[in-house]
């Protein structure tokens, strides 16, 4: 069960970054945080560049290989990195969410190569102020949900939290093409 959770939390993760990246192009890093692994599980050197981002701008290419690196310390896992917005407009949290690795590199690509697919469908609202804050509640609600024990009520509000922006799309299509 926590295989399945940690997996979970990656995908959550790279969903979670996506969604929330709009905001998130010129924001300060104001904290760092590691999830699913403790912190002294990597090298000194790792930690302090990890460390040494906040307060800096926020570049998804300096993350990126922040994420190669845990991997390659710790090849029996996977690292992606996700964003949430910080405590203060302009700034975010960044989280290098790591999960156990049995063949989940290939999952993380699928992920990734869906992500991308669906992108259209997934940005449509994420300029849209209350549907971003909604999304952030459901996210929060999601890591809530990933430290507790209730799979079916972490797989409900996954659903429901796509739900949304499917149902969005599919309205503004319909309208589109009865013009």
Known sequence: MRMKLRILL?????????????AQAAATIEKTEISGI????????????????????????????????????????????????????????????????????????????????????????TADYEHAAASERDHHMIIQLLKGTDGWALAQVCVDHLQGAKNAYLQMAAASAAD
């Open 38 to 125: 403790s912190e002294d599980k990597l090298s000194a050197g790792l930690r302090a560049d990890i460390q040494a981002l906040q307060g800096k701008a926020y570049d998804e290419k300096v993350a990126a290989q922040l994420a190669e690196r845990i991997q390659s310390e710790l090849p029996e896992f996977v690292a992606t990195t996700t964003t949430s917005p910080g405590t203060q407009a302009g700034n975010l949290r960044l989280v290098f969410v790591v999960a156990h690795n049995i063949n989940a590199k290939y999952l993380v690509e699928s992920i990734k190569h869906y992500m991308w697919l669906s992108l259209p469908v997934r940005s449509k609202k």
């Open 10 to 22: 990656l995908v959550i993760g790279i969903l979670a970054g996506c969604s929330i990246a709009f």
